[in-house]
């Protein structure tokens, strides 16, 4: 009888473990779940992550459209609405000079509406108007023969824009075009940067190399980029601390990650990507062209684009700063992170049809 209960109290014992480790990863999923967003089979929409700034900008220009014979009148207010609505004074400039000359041939709303469609599109394109599409994406599709592999990208940018966010979504888009990717936690100040780094490489099938908190970025960046030319990866993105663009020293902190990932990988890194809060205005000018000083930054990521109703930052960006926007941010889902597209980008802030 003793041996018979002894049985009980053990398979007792199981079961409980059992049920409790059935409940620890019930959470743990509900909590991944929470920090990262569900991918969907939905394709990023540019018509309703534009909403708010088509609502501030795009109606606000035609609802003040005066006729003809009244141009002046009009070119006045719109300068005064581009720059409320973070254009900046140089992409303004540029779209007044643009629409100058050309509006006295404007008969129609309709007219009008085609014609800042064209001239936006020509302003963040910096290319000829009538060039369409984003620009080649290097990680998705077919690649000819590298003489080093991996690419290296690192991304940089001031706290709070997105950028742990930001580095994820790269590699889900990376991921489906079937590349091998690995992340590189490299923000060792901030403990959450990395556990939510690793949700994402476990969720989207990516590779990750981490340290313990506090450890030397720069040595992280090195582990991780020999770690990524060793395992035959693709990409490697390389995630970095937080910067306050007017630290010099923490500036130079990346100046030394840049040149430690180059010991690794000739020509690394390949891609410098400054991510940028589109919400916070004229402010991602300084921004953009403090970091572009101390790294050379290849490209913007914008994200955030579909939370501000001034979204005529990117007007600026293109204009002002003269850095591609490479990506942009239109939702919360895993895919809404698309290549800047100059023409989709115009299309839906002044698409042929008035939408709410």
């Not at 398979?11 to 969907?40: N, S």
Request: some cysteine.
């Amino acid at each position: 009888m003793p041996a018979d209960r002894a049985l009980l109290v053990a398979a007792a014992a199981l079961v409980a473990a059992v049920v409790v480790t059935v409940l620890v990863l019930v959470v743990r999923r509900r909590r991944r779940a929470e920090q990262i967003p569900r991918a969907g089979t939905g394709r990023v929409s540019w018509v309703s992550g534009l909403a708010k700034t088509r609502g501030s900008l795009s109606r606000r220009l035609l609802e003040t459209w005066h006729g003809p014979g009244r141009e002046e009148e009009w070119l006045a207010e719109v300068e005064e609405i581009l720059l409320t609505s973070d254009v900046g004074v140089g992409a303004a400039r540029a779209l007044l000079e643009g629409l100058r000359p050309r509006l006295k041939q404007v008969a129609s709303a309709d007219a009008l509406r085609a014609l800042l469609k064209e001239e936006v599109k020509r302003v963040v394109s910096g290319r000829n108007a009538n060039a369409a599409g984003p620009p080649p994406d290097p990680f998705l599709g077919k690649e000819e023969e590298k003489e080093w592999r991996p690419t290296v990208i690192l991304v940089v940018g001031v706290n709070g824009v997105g950028k742990t966010t930001t580095i994820g979504k790269l590699a889900y888009r990376y991921r489906q075009g079937g590349k091998k990717v690995l992340i590189v936690a490299a923000d060792t100040f901030r403990a959450a940067a990395t556990e939510q780094l690793t949700k994402w490489a476990e969720r989207v099938g990516a590779e990750i190399v981490k340290h313990q908190a506090g450890s030397d970025p720069s040595a992280v960046a090195f582990d991780g980029v020999k770690a990524g030319a060793a395992r035959g990866a693709d990409v490697v993105i390389v995630d970095t601390a937080g910067r306050l663009h007017v630290k010099t020293n923490l500036m130079e902190e990346l100046k030394k990650i840049a040149r430690t990932v180059g010991r690794q990988v000739p020509g690394a890194p390949h891609e410098v990507f400054l991510v940028i809060d589109a919400t916070t205005g004229q402010n991602a000018l300084n921004q953009a062209r403090v970091f572009h000083e101390a790294l050379t930054v290849t490209g913007i990521v914008l994200t955030k684009l579909d939370g501000t109703a001034r979204g005529g930052i990117a007007l600026a960006i293109c204009s002002e700063i003269g850095l591609p926007i490479r990506y942009v941010g239109l939702g919360e889902r895993a895919e809404d992170l698309a290549p800047f597209d100059s023409e989709q980008f115009s299309d839906a802030l002044f698409p042929d049809k008035e939408l709410a």
